[in-house]
Nanobody
Framework: QVQLVESGGGLVQAGGSLRLSCAAS????????MGWYRQAPGKQRELVAH???????NYADSVKGRFTISRDNAKNTLYLQMNSLKPEDTAVYYC??????????????WGRGTQVTVSS
């Protein structure tokens, strides 16, 4: 079991920046991939970015060039630096380890989420 706790969300004006953190604990050795997902009201949860054990990174097209995912293995912490934020980035952001979403069912380990609100 992996436990994940997100922090760093908040209210920011369009064009601003936020940095999300995700502290992992428990069976860290079992983690092959970690990622950030987000879910806006009335929408499905979607991938924002993920990073594999080997360091391969993937971003959603909507955040490429604006968001950066990184990790600090010594601190067991995952980060998401979000720059040039837009109102459409408003959502609850979730950290996940070994995630999978199948027919609306969430597999893997998930945090409780942190709210990001971008005002226009």
């Amino acid at each position: 079991q992996v436990q994940l706790v997100e922090s760093g969300g908040g209210l920011v004006q369009a064009g601003g920046s936020l940095r999300l953190s995700c502290a992992a604990s428990g069976s860290i050795f079992s983690i092959n991939i970690m990622g950030w997902y987000r879910q806006a009201p009335g929408k499905q949860r979607e991938l924002v970015a993920h990073i594999t054990r080997g360091g391969t990174i993937n971003y959603a097209d909507s955040v490429k060039g604006r968001f950066t995912i990184s990790r600090d293995n010594a601190k067991n912490t995952l980060y998401l630096q979000m720059n040039s934020l837009k109102p459409e980035d408003t959502a609850v952001y979730y950290c996940a380890a070994n995630p999978a979403i199948v027919s609306g069912i969430y597999f893997g380990s998930w945090g409780r989420g942190t709210q990001v609100t971008v005002s226009s």
